[in-house]
């Protein structure tokens, strides 16, 4: 079992950051593939960004690329996700998700564990 707990989001204006950070807690973290997934009301939660479980191999959407940066620090159990030059566009909560398998995914099927989701709204 792992337990995921996201934190860092909330309003800010477009133009700006904010990094959102994801604690874990049970099984050992550093096999886990790691990925961060958003969902806008009335749209399907998609993925933004993925990891493989050293860091070595990482995935992100078209949406976000080169805004956005997801990293991980095996030593905190922690998995981050950098968004700056935000847009009213990438508001949404944001959750992140857990593989049990160490190779990253862009399917929200293959992640076994999902944190509660941070809310992050971006004004115009």
């Known amino acids: 079992q792992v337990l995921l707990v996201e934190s860092g989001g909330g309003l800010v204006q477009a133009g700006g950051s904010l990094r959102l950070s994801c604690e874990a807690s049970?099984?050992?973290?550093?096999?886990?593939?790691m990925g961060w997934f958003r969902q806008a009301p009335g749209k399907e939660r998609d993925v933004v960004a993925a990891?493989?479980?050293?860091?070595?191999?990482?995935y992100y959407a078209d949406s976000v690329k080169g805004r956005f940066t997801i990293s991980r620090d095996n030593s905190k159990n922690t998995v981050y996700l950098q968004m700056n030059s935000l847009k009213p566009e990438d508001t949404a909560v944001y959750y992140c998700?857990?593989?049990?398998?160490?190779?990253?995914?862009?399917?929200?099927?293959?992640?076994?564990?999902w944190g509660q989701g941070t809310q992050v709204t971006v004004s115009s």
């Open positions: 990891i493989n479980w050293n860091g070595g191999s990482t």
């Open positions: 998700a857990a593989r049990v398998s160490p190779l990253r995914s862009l399917s929200l099927n293959e992640y076994a564990y």
């Open positions: 049970g099984r050992a973290f550093g096999s886990n593939a």
